[in-house]
């Protein structure tokens, strides 16, 4: 296609204007636990704000919290081409049915690695040990995989 055009790409669609706020729909935060409900509520609030098929490629990163999962979005080719078919391809493949990302063994994990670099010396060690801890254990509750009830070892 690129031969057609002279060498040149085609420009990726332009949004309409249309915008869909976290604000608005509190309700509405990607779990990877519940990819294709996300997707379809998702779907839904678009309609409702009268979002074009670019205004939610372009707008469905605002519903992913901050990290990994929302990188790997903006790294994607839908995304990147403002194309929502192919994005919401790209994201039911990347999460849908993949079981746990952690384990309880992870939790133990990430305290044996940072002990083997030495514990933590630093507010940034502690910072970095803290968030990936917490990230692991966030995860276990929400996905009952653990409790706050369960004992910890």
Do not use: C
């Amino acid at each position: 296609m690129e031969e057609a055009l002279g060498g040149q790409r085609p420009a990726a669609p332009a949004p309409s204007g249309a915008k869909i706020r976290p604000r608005d729909y509190p309700h509405l935060k990607f779990s990877e636990a519940e990819v294709e409900r996300f997707i379809d509520r998702f779907k839904r609030a678009a309609l409702q704000e009268g979002l074009t098929d670019a205004d939610k490629a372009y707008q469905v990163v605002n519903f992913f919290p901050e990290g990994e999962d929302l990188r790997e979005v903006e790294d994607m080719k839908g995304f990147q081409s403002k194309d929502w078919t192919k994005l919401k391809e790209e994201i039911l493949e990347r999460w849908e049915d993949r079981g746990p990302r952690y384990w309880e063994s992870d939790l133990e994990k990430v305290a044996l690695e940072r002990a083997e670099k030495g514990g933590v010396r630093t507010q940034a060690e502690y910072v970095s040990y803290i968030t990936s801890f917490d990230q692991v254990l966030r995860y276990l509750e929400r996905n009952e995989i653990v409790t706050a009830n369960m004992e910890l070892l």
